[in-house]
């Protein structure tokens, strides 16, 4: 097997328009606004009904999108009807075809690769962001919606001038989900993400050429997050991005009226700040 990186996280609103306004006012750049469209093999395009907006990091990016569209029979109509928030973890793949006949190899019931893409008018890069597509089954994979890109033309989405936040985020770190049973679930994911985890304090943690992915059980996640009150599992409770200066970044908040939880190594916003998304701030392991 071979560890594939995080390309990008998806948090999934009601409203794409409000999750800009809340990720902004966390000190976040949030990238000019674009529609998804589904790109058929005879070159023809059809709107997805869905909008997004990107948070860019230098390793890689967080979707922010919301189906303004009609949502039954839209790929996340069954994640929106469990919760608004972070759902979507898509694995970087160099070849998805490859991928897929791997996945097909070992078991795996995988539907056809799909080709989509979305206008970018970014203050650097313009033009239109490619990219070919397949979803894990959620039954191999129901701590999220799993699924695997293949970008034609990936430099077009990193926008080196959108990689300026106020709360000094520079890079991603990882995403936490709640689970069960952390044990049964990593043994599950270690086939989807080709990687074994690491244990840490009893708990996996797959740690991938990018990011890594933390399964946590509802006790270990309160523990970790005084005061965070967890969704059912599976939840992808939340992400974290690397930061510069935590110092700064508490100042920040501080000024902008973000309330946050402070350990002294760590800060972290609660759900009910971000559209329903735990964000953490960890100190840069660069500075």
Not at 171 to 197: K, N, Q, Y
């Amino acid at each position: 097997m071979r560890a594939h990186a995080i390309d990008h996280i998806g948090i999934v609103g009601a409203k794409l328009d409000q999750l800009v306004r809340d990720f902004s006012r966390l000190g976040f750049t949030v990238a000019p606004r674009c529609e998804l469209v589904a790109i058929g093999t005879d070159g023809s395009e059809k709107l997805l009904g869905q909008s997004n907006c990107h948070l860019i990091f230098d390793n890689a990016y967080v979707e922010l999108t919301a189906v303004e569209g009609e949502i039954s029979g839209h790929h996340l109509a069954a994640e929106i009807a469990r919760y608004y928030g972070l759902h979507i973890l898509v694995l970087l793949s160099e070849s998805a075809d490859d991928d897929r006949a791997d996945l097909l190899r070992r078991g795996f019931e995988i539907g056809d690769v799909a080709g989509a893409g979305r206008d970018i008018r970014y203050p650097g890069k313009s033009g239109q962001a490619r990219f070919r597509w397949f979803r894990v089954p959620h039954e191999r994979a129901p701590e999220a919606f799993f699924c695997f890109v293949e970008h034609l033309n990936r430099g077009l989405v990193f926008d080196p001038t959108l990689n300026s936040h106020a709360n000094g985020a520079r890079s991603f770190h990882g995403v936490r989900i709640c689970v069960e049973d952390p044990a049964a679930s990593a043994a599950r994911l270690a086939d989807v993400i080709g990687a074994e985890p690491d244990w840490i304090d009893g708990e996996p943690v797959f740690r991938l050429p990018v990011g890594e992915v933390a399964l946590q059980s509802r006790e270990s996640l309160q523990n970790v997050f005084p005061g965070l009150d967890p969704l059912p599992a599976p939840w992808v409770a939340g992400f974290s991005v690397e930061i510069e200066d935590l110092a700064e970044c508490r100042s920040f908040m501080s000024d902008a009226g973000v309330g946050y939880s402070d350990d002294g190594q760590r800060i972290w916003i609660l759900p009910q700040e971000t559209g329903g998304t735990l964000v953490e701030f960890v100190q840069s392991s660069h500075r």
